[in-house]
């Protein structure tokens, strides 16, 4: 029986191709339209969405509106705040459909095998490698592919280790890689900059994170080893069939990447948008070519059609925090003069090199208050732009970047905390304020040091 189709999942499935179709054709009214789907999508999702994120959504939302009436500024605050989270809602939705070829791909298989056998002395580099590279084309697909090594370990100090290395591998990919949410998020509200201005300063700063994490797990966390943990699923290919099962594996992601990539140049548009339309085929053509009997390929394809479009609805935390922060930065710098802000901000911190600190720190220290990156990023770029900052609009994107991870790891409210809360079997607070911080802190202070040197050597 296919996945049931609700009302909530249809207008979800309606935002995304009115986002992907007004990318390219002016649809009248497309903001006001999008307004109210996205608001009906809310409201009837409203009560599956867990209290603590209705709470933190409705105080936002709130702030947002007290904002738009203090300043008049209606439509820009309530119907262009909400409008603006379509983009963001697009990058989910095109990501969804991806999920589920991944788990069901022999080459995904053989690479998650590859890294899950490896030896004891390189298990955890490699496992921070392994989920980096398949999570930055990927996104959480690729974590799901290896969460197998973290729910099939029963010893609980080996368990945090690789639930460990799994979050900050993931995480570090957010510094540079188009398929994250956080790079849409920089992209649009600094218009001025674009991915290949941030990709190889984020790059750089990916590596330094995985490395600077392994040094602390081999200095702080490194215990008795244990035998590499028997991957779940389905069996794995032999040692034969892996070199070859291995190179399919970069081809499919090196096709994805070309495939949207191609998008972005050739149609003119953005990374969300080139994702939404490379998406949902290339998962249905990737199913395809896994099935092997012909006759069952349409109805398979069918019935995959139905099962994404049945699971929109899940998204439904997503589109609220992504909404109430949009709503709460449009709010905020409709009612803050950012000049005086941003003169108060040179006469506390006169240096730029305390700037970058103060702003690199603020969001594990949010974070850990249970706020998501997004709202930070919305919040401050609203308030003070960079050139109020007197920095370069690349070198804010390139922090907001580097700390946009890692500081979702200290937030229990996050997908990356509650997607290994899953794993684990262990309280998404457990992971966010006890597991979390040391690791996290020890990176956001090498992230400090690396964006403080690029400045002086580059400005």
């Not at 029986?1 to 191709?17: C, D, K, P, Q």
């Not at 540079?176 to 900059?193: A, D, K």
């Not at 339309?277 to 998962?283: D, T």
């Not at 109020?388 to 970047?401: A, D």
Request: charged share 10%.
């Amino acid at each position: 029986m296919g996945e049931r189709i609700t009302l909530s999942a249809w207008i979800y499935l309606t935002i995304g191709l009115i986002t992907i179709a007004d990318a390219f054709i002016a649809i009248p009214s497309s903001a006001a339209l999008s307004s109210l789907l996205i608001a009906v999508f809310i409201i009837l999702q409203f009560q599956a969405i867990p209290r603590p994120q209705q709470i933190a959504g409705a105080v936002l939302l709130l702030i947002g509106i007290a904002g738009a009436a203090i300043s008049g500024q209606w439509w820009e605050v309530l119907v262009l705040g909400t409008a603006k989270s379509r983009t963001f809602l697009l990058l989910f939705f095109a990501i969804s459909w991806l999920q589920f070829p991944v788990g069901s791909s022999p080459a995904m298989r053989a690479a998650r095998g590859a890294i899950m056998n490896q030896p004891a002395g390189r298990r955890f580099l490699s496992l921070s490698a392994g989920v980096h590279v398949l999570g930055s084309i990927l996104n959480v697909a690729g974590l799901g592919l290896l969460t197998p090594v973290v729910e099939t370990q029963s010893d609980p100090v080996l368990r945090k280790r690789l639930a460990l290395s799994l979050m900050h591998g993931f995480t570090a990919a957010s510094c540079w890689s188009p398929f994250y949410i956080g790079m849409i998020v920089v992209l649009s509200v600094l218009p001025g900059v674009r991915w290949i201005d941030l990709a190889p300063a984020g790059a750089g700063m990916a590596v330094l994170l995985i490395a600077v994490f392994w040094l602390y797990d081999r200095t702080f966390l490194a215990g008795a080893e244990a035998v590499a943990p028997e991957p779940g699923g389905p069996a794995e290919p032999g040692a034969a069939a892996a070199p070859r099962m291995l190179l399919r594996t970069v081809a499919i992601l090196a096709l994805l990447i070309g495939l949207v990539l191609g998008a972005i140049q050739i149609l003119g548009t953005t990374v969300a948008v080139a994702l939404g339309i490379v998406g949902a085929p290339f998962a249905m053509v990737w199913l395809a070519a896994i099935e092997q009997r012909p006759a069952a390929r349409m109805v398979g394809t069918l019935a995959f059609m139905r099962r994404v479009i049945g699971l929109f609805p899940t998204l439904r935390n997503e589109a609220l925090v992504f909404v109430a922060a949009n709503v709460f930065g449009a709010g905020i710098a409709a009612m803050v003069p950012a000049g005086d802000l941003s003169q108060t901000l040179n006469a506390i911190l006169p240096w730029p090199d305390a700037k970058i600190a103060a702003l690199i720190f603020l969001f594990p220290i949010c974070g850990l208050l249970g706020m998501h990156p997004v709202i930070v990023v919305i919040f401050v770029s609203s308030v003070l732009p960079p050139e109020l900052m007197g920095l370069p609009e690349w070198m804010v994107g390139v922090i907001y970047l580097g700390v946009w991870g890692t500081s979702t790891m200290v937030s229990p409210f996050s997908g990356t905390a509650l997607f290994i809360a899953r794993a684990t079997g262990t309280p998404p607070q457990t992971i966010a304020w006890r597991w979390t911080p040391p690791s996290v802190f020890v990176s956001i202070a090498a992230t400090a040091l690396y964006i403080i040197a690029l400045r002086h050597l580059v400005l």
